[in-house]
């Protein structure tokens, strides 16, 4: 038997004629489908004995919804080295013509399913952490042209991406002094950790925080910290997968490839404290702070 998210991926854009149909504002995403949404699961539940599954379901919500998102990213990115190949290839016949439209207007349709996704994965994990006063970290984001040869088709196709890449930019660029943070993964002690970030912010009104996205302890309290204050933040996850037990050294190297300004240690040990090291060499400002024994797990 199929589960939601299987039958999403299986499902999610079958050829039915819907694509057609124009896409809900973003007002619409927001509130009335996710935040209504939230709402639903969260008041049904309430006072009564499923009251404690608030937090995994809601969590899950969110996290369907960000891989959902993600999947949709990778579709539009194979679409449009697919449209890149058609536009190398153009001949000005009109076969080709016709194969780079099609290709365009199905890389537009996924490119706005993915977009309105994104935002609908977002408001998930914004409404996960407003219902459950937790930090959400999701559990899993050139050309050469023949110019003789530019068709209509040709030309639209190239806007089209260009635009794309634009906006896609404009999502991602975060600019301001980079702060790194980590520290120990058992730590409880939030009052320590959120007025020491506060003087950082205080110091840096347009700061960033960076961190590696750690699901307990320092990280995910300085997460939670971010949210509240507006902090944007850039997480650097270990690639486990790529390099194993070495991955923590290796994200801190990414990390620290970034040019934060400043470095702020909690306790910790290991990867924590080789974040430290190396940004010392670097002439990276480090402050250490303890935290309240009494506080520690």
């Known amino acids: ?66 891989r959902r998102a993600t999947q949709l990213d990778t579709q539009a990115d194979k679409l449009k080295r697919k449209i890149n190949g058609l536009i190398q290839a153009q001949d000005g016949s009109e076969i080709a013509e016709i194969e780079l439209e099609n290709a365009s207007r ?32 999701p559990v899993t984001g050139s050309r050469s042209t023949k110019d003789a040869l530019d068709t209509g088709a040709v030309f639209e196709a190239k806007q089209l991406l260009d635009k794309a890449d634009r906006e896609m930019a404009e999502r991602n660029t975060i600019t301001g002094p980079k702060i790194a943070v980590t520290g120990d993964t058992a730590a409880t002690d939030h009052e320590t950790i959120y007025a020491k970030l506060d003087r950082a912010h205080a110091k840096h009104p347009d700061m960033v925080l960076c961190h590696k996205g750690n699901t307990n302890g320092v990280e995910r309290i300085a997460a939670t ?28 190297d990414d990390l620290l490839a970034a040019n934060p300004v ?20 670097r002439g990276i400002k480090v402050a250490a702070f303890d935290l309240k024994p009494a506080q520690q797990a």
């Open 106 to 137: 199905a890389y537009e349709i996924v490119w706005e399913k993915a977009i309105a996704m994104a935002l609908m994965a977002e408001k998930a994990a914004t409404s996960y952490e407003t219902e459950t006063g937790r930090a959400y970290t």
């Open 225 to 252: 910290w971010a949210r509240n204050r507006k902090v944007p933040q850039v997480l650097f996850r270990p690639n486990w997968k790529g390099h194993g037990r070495a991955a923590p050294f290796k994200a801190n």
């Open 1 to 66: 038997m199929l589960d939601t998210y299987d039958a999403i991926e299986l499902f999610g854009l079958t050829e039915n004629g819907t694509d057609d149909l124009p896409i809900p504002s973003d007002d619409e995403l927001q509130d009335q489908i996710v935040g209504e949404t939230f709402e639903t699961l969260i008041g049904g539940l309430q006072k009564t004995g499923l009251a404690s599954e608030i937090e995994p379901l809601a969590h899950g919500l969110a996290t369907l919804l960000q």
């Open 262 to 281: 400043g470095v702020i240690l909690f306790g910790g040990n290991g990867a924590a404290l080789n974040l430290g090291q190396k940004a010392e060499k």
